[in-house]
């Protein structure tokens, strides 16, 4: 998939998200609501990094795919994840990979630790414990998806607006390369 280039298309990704976050944040109540405590942490954060991945690619917003953009796009890209802090996407898209997408994920889950805490203790009380544990499954995986939805669709948003405000008469374009420079 390639980087929505209009609202429309971008709208249409948006929505396309909200319905996998919605999907995997149901099966992590599911897995949740399994009364053997720990089992849903794996099962979350394997989970998570495939969603934050899936969501990527939708936007257009993998290495692979950052690196294809033009020249304006890609300075676009990274000068809204630069001044945002946008850290999962920034992370996602460094080429260099300083930090991998796991060890970004484990500052997600270790703000969420107080929830789990709360979650596994929870399974110890039979039936409202496995509900409830469900119930925080659901929010949390539905939060971190709909937080990282949020972030691809802003620096998404940014590329499109950029690209509408740019006047073609400041670009030349080199002959023997083809590249426009601004």
Known sequence: MVMPTNMIELERVK?????????RAAASGLVSAVPIPGIDIAADVSMLLELMRKINIRFGLTPEQ??????????????????????AIQKGIEILGEKTAKQALARMVTNQIAKQAGKQLGKF??????????????????MAGQNHIDECYE????????????????????????DVAI
């Open 155 to 178: 620096i998404v948003k940014e590329v499109i607006e950029g690209k509408a405000q740019r006047n073609p008469e400041d670009e030349v374009v080199n002959p023997s390369t083809n």
């Open 66 to 87: 950052v690196e294809e953009l033009d020249d304006f796009s890609k300075q676009i890209v990274f000068g809204v994840i630069k001044q945002s802090g946008k850290f």
């Open 15 to 23: 929505a396309e998200c909200v319905t996998l976050v919605n999907k």
């Open 125 to 142: 009380i039979p039936i409202i414990g496995q509900i409830a544990a469900a119930g925080i499954g659901f929010s949390a995986m539905k």
